[in-house]
């Protein structure tokens, strides 16, 4: 048993097909733009104002299975987890990073380290 093949679409169109020369010569020395062609060169550029700006937070204040309080009443907790979380500087508006840690209180909160207390 054969299966029958779906017919082949045919389209006819009222409009004269356009031919395109194609070419893979480089442009006449007329249509050039010198300004393209020019080499860079860093030392004519104005001198731009450097902008320090302090970098990611490279140490954590606490070990993996540190003991913190996250209230000062609260039971101490275990340290599970710990990265950081990109913040927004409302001054400035750039964008620094801060270190952030989870505990073994059953949720995944995640605490800032000025809002921990060593236990």
């Known amino acids: 048993m054969t299966m029958a093949a779906a017919p082949?679409?045919?389209y006819e169109s009222e409009e004269t097909p356009i031919n395109y020369a194609v070419s893979d010569a480089l442009p006449?020395?007329?249509?050039?733009h010198p300004e393209y062609e020019?080499?860079?060169?860093?030392?004519?550029?104005?001198?731009v104002p450097v902008v320090r700006?302090?970098?990611?937070?490279?140490?954590?204040a606490y070990e993996l299975g540190y003991q913190?309080?996250?209230e000062p009443k609260a039971a101490p907790r275990t340290?599970?987890?710990?990265?950081?979380?990109?913040e927004r500087?409302?001054?400035?508006?750039l964008v620094h990073r801060v270190n952030v840690y989870r505990l073994n209180d059953g949720f995944w909160d995640c605490y800032r380290e000025d809002e921990l207390q060593a236990a």
Do not use: C, M, S, Y
């Open 8 to 10: 082949e679409p045919h």
């Open 28 to 32: 006449e020395a007329e249509d050039r």
């Open 38 to 47: 020019e080499e860079f060169n860093q030392e004519e550029l104005p001198a």
């Open 53 to 60: 700006i302090a970098g990611p937070a490279a140490t954590f």
């Open 68 to 70: 913190v309080l996250p």
């Open 79 to 86: 340290i599970i987890w710990r990265g950081q979380l990109k």
């Open 89 to 93: 500087l409302p001054e400035t508006g």
